[in-house]
């Protein structure tokens, strides 16, 4: 079935940086684009940016602009979410998910069908 | 970045009754407009997208209406299973954004 799996949990110290993988099957990986969602504890959904599986480019939302980074491995239907300078408000949830409802493959104008199950990234001295 | 608001915050609806959420866009975002359910500790559900297009699985009970800047979804019915945070999305560029989320609660 279509799936996207994410890493496991991670537990990191300020200032480190952490990398996210979210892996893809049952649909050809380089249709779709594949999205990235934060939700800090007991907050709201914040969208991040957006890779495109076939080509490779990225769009990320200015406020994350600078410190996060997308990227993809096509040969094992993979992308990747590094974020960098990590603080301590930067514990949340992390959501990989596939745009693949509305405007079909191809394109970034649909909603998100597909979510990874989520990954607990933890901040902390 | 269009900002997309949802009210209320908080609804406190009976089980068998109707419940309304609403969202508002801070520009036009045509259609492209998606409502998630997400229940604690799970990722997200895409219930309706292209503001009134039900995702695959998603009952007849949910409906959703709009275009612009003014939608709705609608639970005509509500089910135990329905006491949920809803977010609207909109899609309309390079840019997407959520709104804040209606928690449904149980009166």
């Known amino acids: 079935q279509v799936q996207l799996v994410q890493s496991g949990a991670e537990v990191k110290k300020p200032g480190a940086s952490v990398k996210v993988s979210c892996k893809a099957s049952g649909y050809t990986f380089s249709d779709y684009y594949i999205y990235w969602v934060r939700q800090a504890p007991g907050q709201g959904l914040e969208w991040m940016g957006w890779i495109n599986p076939n080509r490779g480019g990225t769009t990320y939302a200015q406020k994350f602009q600078g410190w996060v980074t997308m990227t993809r491995d096509t040969s094992i239907s993979t992308v990747y979410m590094e974020l960098s300078s990590l603080k301590s408000d930067d514990t949340a949830v992390f959501y990989c998910?596939?745009?693949?409802?509305?405007f079909g493959s191809g394109s970034y104008l649909n909603a998100f069908d597909i979510w990874g199950q989520g990954t607990l990234v933890t901040v902390s001295s | 970045e269009i900002v997309m608001t949802q009210s209320p915050a908080t609804l406190s609806v009976s089980p068998g009754e109707r419940a309304t959420l609403s969202c508002r866009a801070s520009q036009s975002v045509s259609s492209n407009l998606a409502w998630y359910q997400q229940k604690p500790d799970q990722p997200p559900r895409l219930l309706i997208y292209g503001a009134s297009t039900r995702a695959t699985g998603i009952p007849a009970r949910f409906s959703g209406s709009g275009s612009g800047t003014e939608f709705t979804l609608t639970i005509s019915s509500l089910q135990s299973e329905d006491f949920a945070v809803y977010y609207c999305q909109q899609y309309n560029n390079w840019l997407g954004t959520f709104g804040q989320g209606t928690k449904l609660e149980i009166k």
């Open positions: 998910a596939r745009g693949g409802a509305g």
